[in-house]
């Protein structure tokens, strides 16, 4: 990218990016802004004829977590460049594996923060590829840990799994079986179908073990 590349910022605080937007003109840059009420729009921001950095937002309100807009504006040939005031390293992992150049905190001292935006405008690199490659690692590795977490759980039926629900919702098998219709053995069955699954032996055991794995939510459904 050349010194007057066109820089359009997708950023939900107002003031953030009216500062760096002005900061940016009085260097001569091109500047826009992303329209955060209509996502095509934001995603058409990008011109295709022009060498275009987008400084993205990883959490954009409404719109929500930006990592899948990454890929769009990367095949619309723009460079991605989160500014975020993320610190999860997962996040932070998943939007360098979804295009991103690099990331920025928002809390940075304010002439590194430009500082580093100018130099991503140049297509100087702004992340050490070490703590690239550690990043995308450790990214790996938390998935294959969630994929063990939710094994178990996909052996369920969906009977199981709705009474699993009702467990953690502090219901006793007995009121689950006034509230279905059924007999206490039937709900007493299913449970029991629960505890193998899982491998453990209490249903408190097997409730704490689907919040440690994040399936409750999915098991209500």
Known sequence: MTARARIVIVE????????VGLALQVEDHDVAFGD??????????VAPDAQTLVLLDLDLGALGDATRLIPTFVQAD?????????????RLAATLEAGAIGFLAKDAPFDELLDAIKRAALGEPVIDPNVRYQLLAELRDHRS?????????ESLTNRERQVLAELAAGK????????????????????????TK????TQLA????????????DVRN
């Not at 209509?38 to 921001?45: A, D, F, K, Q, R």
């Open 36 to 45: 955060l009420e209509n996502e095509l729009s934001l995603i058409g921001s």
């Open 172 to 195: 006793s098998v007995e009121g689950i079986a006034t509230e279905w219709v059924v007999s206490t053995a039937t709900v007493r069955t299913q449970v029991r179908g629960i505890l």
């Open 78 to 90: 723009a460079a991605v460049l989160m500014v975020t005031g993320v610190r999860e390293r997962v």
């Open 198 to 201: 899982l491998d453990v032996n």
């Open 145 to 153: 840990t969630e994929r063990k977490l939710h094994a178990p759980f």
């Open 12 to 19: 939900d605080h107002r003031l953030l990016a009216e500062t």
């Open 206 to 217: 097997a409730v704490a073990k689907a919040r440690a794995a994040g399936v409750l939510d």
